[in-house]
């Protein structure tokens, strides 16, 4: 069985910084590309960022391109999403899935990111 456990969110002023981190289980990881997903309050999923198997290959959202990093560690089975220069409109819910689309596929149960002063 997938289970996939996110944490680090939390309460960050307008300007800074967080490590998202998924711990991965029940399957074979390092096989997987994975994504980062987020779900604002009132709004849709949004897709944010993905990573492929290896790690070699990565591919962001214009609205977080230059501020987020996608990273992972096969031998820990863990993907990470480092958040710089954190703006308002990043607060969301943050999921982790098992694939590049963050759709279709499983999701953790988030952790909760809200950006304010």
């Known amino acids: 069985e997938v289970q996939l456990v996110e944490s680090g969110g939390g309460l960050v002023q307008p300007g800074g910084s967080l490590r998202l981190s998924c711990a991965a289980s029940?399957?074979?990881?390092?096989?997987?590309?994975m994504s980062w997903v987020r779900q604002a309050p009132g709004k849709g999923l949004e897709w944010v960022s993905a990573?492929?198997?290896?790690?070699?290959?990565?591919t962001y959202a214009d609205s977080v391109k230059g501020r987020f990093t996608i990273s992972r560690d096969n031998a820990k089975n863990t993907l990470y999403l480092q958040m710089n220069s954190l703006k308002a409109e990043d607060t969301a819910v943050y999921y982790c899935?098992?694939?590049?689309?963050?759709?279709?596929?499983?999701r953790g149960q988030g952790t909760p990111v809200t950006v304010s002063s």
């Open positions: 029940g399957f074979t990881f390092r096989l997987y590309g």
């Open positions: 899935a098992s694939c590049p689309s963050g759709a279709d596929c499983p």
């Open positions: 990573i492929t198997g290896s790690g070699g290959s990565t």
